[in-house]
Every structure is written in C-alpha cells, then in structure tokens.
Nanobody, 127 residues
Framework: QVQLVESGGGLVQAGGSLRLSCAAS????????MGWFRQAPGKEREFVAT????????DYAYSVKGRFTISRDNAKNTVYLQMNSLKPEDTAVYYC????????????????????WGQGTQVTVSS
C-alpha cells in the first residue's frame, strides 16, 4: 500500500521560508517521479515542481522558479520542497504526488499523470 505523507507546512510571513517534506512508503521510491502541486482557496490544483527518479532532472512552474527548489533523498524515500521568498499568493494546500516512470530521467508535469497523492499540508503566507 503506497502512502505519501506531507509535513512542514505552517504560517509564515511574506519573505520567509519553509521546507516541505513528503515521506513515501510502499513503493520502490527511485522508480517514481515525484511532484508537488498546490490548491489555493477557490482555485484549481496546479503544478508547482517535479523531479525525476534520479533527482537529476527538475522543472518548476513559472510562478515559483528561482524561489522554490525540489530535491529528493532516495535513501530516505523522501522528497522536499524548499520554499524561499514566500508571497501571500503562495498560500495553498500543498500536495506531493508520485508516478511510476519509464526511466530515471523522466519528469511528469501534468497532474492527471500521477498515480498516488498525499493528503496535503497547509501553507499560509501572511502579508
């Protein structure tokens, strides 16, 4: 049974930083691409960042590029999202997701391509 458990959310002032973690179990972690998505109140869930199974390939939404960094530790079955220079518009529930990929260098940007999802963690950025 695959489980993804996010942690690290909270309340932070604009300009601050948070690091989200997503611990995975029940899967061969390095064979899965991982992604972070977010959903703000009244909005649809959107892509934030993705990373390949090897960790060598990443991609980001334009709105977070240069501020957020996705990384993974395959020995710990964990993916991270380091969020710096946070803005009020980053306020959302953040979800991690996993997708079985054909190579260690594949990344998936579209949320409907993901197989498993976590429950989400709330990030609130005050102005």
């Amino acid at each position: 049974q695959v489980q993804l458990v996010e942690s690290g959310g909270g309340l932070v002032q604009a300009g601050g930083s948070l690091r989200l973690s997503c611990a995975a179990s029940g899967l061969t972690f390095s064979t899965y691409g991982m992604g972070w998505f977010r959903q703000a109140p009244g909005k649809e869930r959107e892509f934030v960042a993705t990373i390949s199974g090897s960790g060598s390939i990443t991609d980001y939404a334009y709105s977070v590029k240069g501020r957020f960094t996705i990384s993974r530790d395959n020995a710990k079955n964990t993916v991270y999202l380091q969020m710096n220079s946070l803005k009020p518009e980053d306020t959302a529930v953040y979800y991690c997701a996993a997708v079985l990929v054909p190579t260690r260098y594949t990344i998936i940007l579209v949320q409907h391509g993901y197989d498993y999802w976590g429950q989400g963690t709330q990030v609130t950025v005050s102005s």
